[in-house]
């Protein structure tokens, strides 16, 4: 058996590993997961206040964006993220308002 720290016939030195595509891929794990996080509080907080509470569609929504541009704010989330909120709120509003107008028409 050979001794602890024996190279073994390889040119390796501890701690001199290119690890650059490591990081990289950590850090896109951290941040799908940051932003996966996000989105369900975002979800709960419509689903919550729109059904479970019973306050309506368009105070879910306002929850919904809350939540998006605080967590924006709070952990510096880029450009990415704003045009997420922005563009999924628009959608949201849209679909609620096809939704009342639908239930007028009833």
Do not use: N, P
């Not at 190279?7 to 951290?30: N, R, V, W, Y």
């Not at 975002?42 to 605080?70: C, D, E, H, N, S």
Request: charged share 5%; aromatic share 12%; proline share 0%.
């Amino acid at each position: 058996m050979a001794a602890h720290g024996a190279h073994h016939g390889t040119d390796h030195e501890h701690g001199k590993m290119d690890i650059t595509s490591h990081k990289a891929l950590f850090s896109g794990f951290l941040k799908t997961t940051e932003w996966s996080c996000v989105m369900l509080a975002m979800l709960l907080g419509l689903t919550v206040f729109a059904f479970a509470m019973g306050l309506g569609w368009w105070t879910g929504l306002i929850v919904w964006l809350v939540i998006g541009v605080a967590a924006g704010f709070l952990m510096g989330l880029g450009g990415a993220w704003w045009a997420f909120v922005i563009g999924s709120t628009v959608l949201l509003a849209i679909g609620g308002a096809i939704t009342m107008g639908i239930q007028a028409l009833t």
